[in-house]
């Protein structure tokens, strides 16, 4: 007798869609078809979606966020926002701080994790002192671990790296196997375009706009690149807001280059305009890279359904709005440079994505299934354990119901911040049940006992058998 058993539903993948029951045994899935028998357990999913659960593999969680300033979401918070998304796997980042080991910070960051977590969580590592002792020693072995990705900054003074320790930290990508992303804008454009508006008393939070054009992330964005194409490595370009920095990824492709791109729903959905709200209002949208105009999300959009970009995650990045600790702190009171960067979005990214992009037309359910899911489990090392509903997958599955109409509102949304930047949207298809290692951590939008059973996740090195066949631009 199989555990659990999925009758009815429509199954989709990243290439097929198809109507079948799906059962479970020990976690993972063992039969697709139809009357597949008893089960201990069986779940209703006639004329809804049977998905993959979502991975977001691009969120911020505990993460030391600069003095006096707190991260809304800690474990606890952030992995339920998730799993009520339809997430059942987030990838947070590590921070390295200046002067620390990795294995150190890593050994802190799982003890926040540890017990916390609705979904099943990997960390990414963000290099900010990448001295001889961590690309020599601690980063090799570190990716024997699994902790096979990690991020650099262009942009940040505290964070940001030089071309020279760009090249690397590359450089040891490529001979661990590891896989880099990159936030891609230039950091001394951005500080000279701040003592600007800053000598003019322009100082509003629309200002963060201005200063961070989109020259300066189409500059860093061919930057990148050329670095990898140096060193000879594939690379992530994440959160691109805009067609100029699509055409560098597109042109390093017909180089021949791999190259996985990432979009945001930020830059689909909100512009710069909405920095510019009353009272400080603004402060709630400010972001890196800022959203652009209604063109940046038209080229967005475009680049999802062409296949410039291959995953789409929230950059969920969580600061209370009205909190001495958040958005209005003291500093940021009174300037744009001191608002802290980042929105909340975890719970709210698949909902999104299928209302405009599925049921809208301009995607496919397939193509909705990789960007959400199949893509990053790809990318990052996890498929095909994750990602897919396929014999052998863990039993991470998210049923939607594709008439469920919903009105964006922070009141019925489980992150700990106090706003939503996409409050008053209207949703049409949202996820009502989910399963995490074939358990039912959510049923008709509420969790169940089993809830809090995420667990960490090791990952193999990307494009090692399981990566984007080609690369990028692939749409599967």
């Not at 059962?23 to 039969?31: E, L, S």
């Not at 940001?160 to 896989?179: C, F, H, M, N, Y």
């Not at 001394?188 to 003019?200: C, F, M, W």
């Amino acid at each position: 007798m199989f555990d659990l058993l999925i009758r009815g539903g429509t199954v989709a993948t990243a290439s097929d869609v198809f109507q079948a029951d799906v059962a479970v045994k020990d976690g993972v899935i063992v039969q697709i078809g139809r009357d597949l028998g008893e089960a201990k357990e069986t779940v209703d999913a006639t004329g809804r979606y049977v998905l993959p659960g979502g991975i977001d593999s691009h969120v911020h969680i505990s993460q030391p966020s600069g003095e006096g300033i707190v991260m809304a979401d800690d474990f606890e918070s952030g992995t339920r926002s998730a799993l009520y998304g339809g997430n059942t796997t987030v990838m947070p980042f590590c921070l390295q701080k200046k002067g620390e080991g990795l294995r150190s910070a890593l050994n802190d960051y799982h003890a926040l994790a540890e017990g916390n977590c609705y979904t099943d969580v990997s960390f990414h590592m963000i290099i900010s002192d990448p001295s001889d002792q961590v690309l020599g020693q601690e980063l090799p072995a570190l990716v024997e671990d699994g902790y096979t990705s990690l991020k650099v900054f262009m942009t940040y003074e505290d964070l940001r790296l030089s071309d020279a320790q760009i090249l690397g930290v590359l450089d040891t990508a490529r001979r661990t196997g590891a896989l880099v992303m990159v936030h891609c804008e230039n950091e001394d454009a951005i500080r000279y375009l701040i003592g600007r508006h800053e000598a003019d008393g322009d100082v509003a939070p629309k200002a963060h706009a201005t200063t961070r054009p989109i020259a300066a992330e189409r500059e860093a964005t061919h930057r990148a690149l050329s670095l990898a194409e140096i060193v000879d490595v594939p690379l992530v370009i994440v959160h691109v807001s805009n067609r100029e920095s699509m055409e560098e990824i597109e042109r390093a492709r017909q180089r021949g280059r791999k190259v996985i791109g990432e979009t945001c729903p930020q830059y689909l959905m909100l512009t710069a305009d909405d920095l510019d709200g009353m009272d400080w209002e603004g402060a709630k949208f400010v972001c890196s890279p800022p959203p652009r105009d209604e063109a940046s999300q038209d080229a967005c959009w475009d680049g999802i359904e062409r296949g410039v970009f291959d995953l789409y995650s929230s950059d969920h990045c969580p600061f209370r709005y009205d909190d001495p600790a958040g958005k209005l702190n003291p500093r940021g009171r009174e300037s744009f440079r001191h608002i802290p960067n980042g929105i909340p979005g975890v719970e709210t990214r698949l909902p999104i994505l299928f209302s405009e992009g599925v049921m809208k037309g301009r995607i496919d359910l397939p193509r909705f299934v990789a960007l959400s899911a199949t893509n990053h489990a790809r990318t990052y090392g996890l498929y095909p354990q994750k990602g897919t509903i396929a014999i052998g997958a863990d039993a991470d599955i998210a049923i939607w119901d594709p008439a469920e109409r919903r009105t964006i509102r922070h009141a019925d949304l489980h992150d700990a911040s106090d706003y939503s930047p996409y409050e008053g949207i209207e949703i049409t298809g949202w996820p009502t049940t989910v399963m995490l290692g074939g358990r039912v951590v959510m049923a008709d939008g509420q969790l169940t006992g089993e809830a809090r059973g995420g667990r960490y996740v090791a990952r193999e090195r990307p494009f090692r058998g399981n990566g984007l066949p080609d690369g990028s631009g692939t749409g599967a």
